[in-house]
């Protein structure tokens, strides 16, 4: 069944849905793809061409998909970089017509805002994830940044993003799971539901990685297609991302290496998550 991704695009390197939906596919989902940016590469390269399409083309494409398929079958939604604050306000009209059509498509947002301190996005877009976005969603992935951005609470471990997530759950989705969480010489992942708490953890890598967040997300999104449960969407999908990240320090490069791993990502056996007292 299909799955709608909304995020950004690079036509050299892995980022938005150039990292989310090759995994999404590996993991046997035809995806409806659209496409909110397109550049020629991350601009964490600091070079770049390309423009960012803005609401009305967005608006154009979602309405010619709509026309197309009727929303109809849609298993899964997932979302990312947005672009322009444009954008997140017509997604959230596209997200009403959809719930129509497809009731029980599960939706993953993953609010890109910024990270490491720094906001990257265009005025609105923040409001839009706030507003618009956040509150439909099942699912949403933010970065430790991001998490303490939308709650107010400072993230600066386990413990506080556990907290923050409880107060994002209150906007109405029905599970946050925290990435990039500090967590001494590890980097935590916190997953948080009304009944469940998880956590897992990976070493801490002092380096940068384009498009891991992205990765996350769809790999997230198709484990909980498939297990409907915290538990082992997070040990699976941090164990996708175990081996890309492990891939691209090997390969010497801050794009993921993904292509040639994506066998090896989809199907990685399932890291340890423990729960939270």
Not at 137 to 153: C, M, Q, V, Y
Not at 247 to 258: F, S, W
Request: aromatic share 6%.
């Amino acid at each position: 069944m299909p799955i709608l991704a909304l995020s950004s695009h690079v036509a050299v390197g892995h980022v938005g849905n150039a990292a989310a939906v090759p995994a999404l596919e590996r993991r046997g989902h035809e995806v409806w793809r659209v496409d909110t940016v397109c550049f020629s590469n991350h601009p964490g390269h600091h070079k770049f061409t390309g423009a960012v399409r803005e609401g009305p083309e967005i608006i154009e494409l979602l309405r010619g998909v709509a026309n197309h398929t009727g929303w109809r079958g849609l298993q899964g939604i997932y979302s990312g970089y947005l672009g322009a604050a444009e954008t997140g306000r017509a997604f959230a009209g596209t997200l009403d017509a959809i719930e129509a059509a497809s009731p029980e498509a599960v939706y993953l947002c993953d609010p890109v805002i910024g990270d490491h301190g720094r906001v990257f996005v265009r005025d609105g877009v923040e409001t839009a994830f706030r507003e618009r976005l956040v509150p439909r969603a099942t699912i949403i992935t933010p970065n430790a940044f991001e998490l303490s951005r939308l709650s107010g609470h400072r993230v600066k471990g386990v413990a506080d993003a556990h907290d923050a997530a409880v107060t994002l759950l209150e906007w109405g989705p029905d599970v946050v799971v925290a990435t990039g969480v500090p967590d001494g010489d590890h980097l935590a992942v916190v997953a948080v539901t009304a009944e469940e708490n998880w956590v897992a953890r990976a070493p801490w890598h002092d380096r940068p990685f384009f498009g891991t967040g992205d990765l996350f997300a769809g790999l997230f999104l198709s484990h909980w297609l498939e297990h409907r449960a915290p538990a082992p969407a997070l040990a699976r999908t941090v164990a996708g991302l175990a081996v890309a990240t492990a891939a691209t320090k090997a390969a010497g490069t801050v794009d993921l290496a993904l292509i040639a791993n994506l066998d090896a990502i989809t199907r990685a056996a399932p890291l340890e998550v423990v729960a939270l007292r």
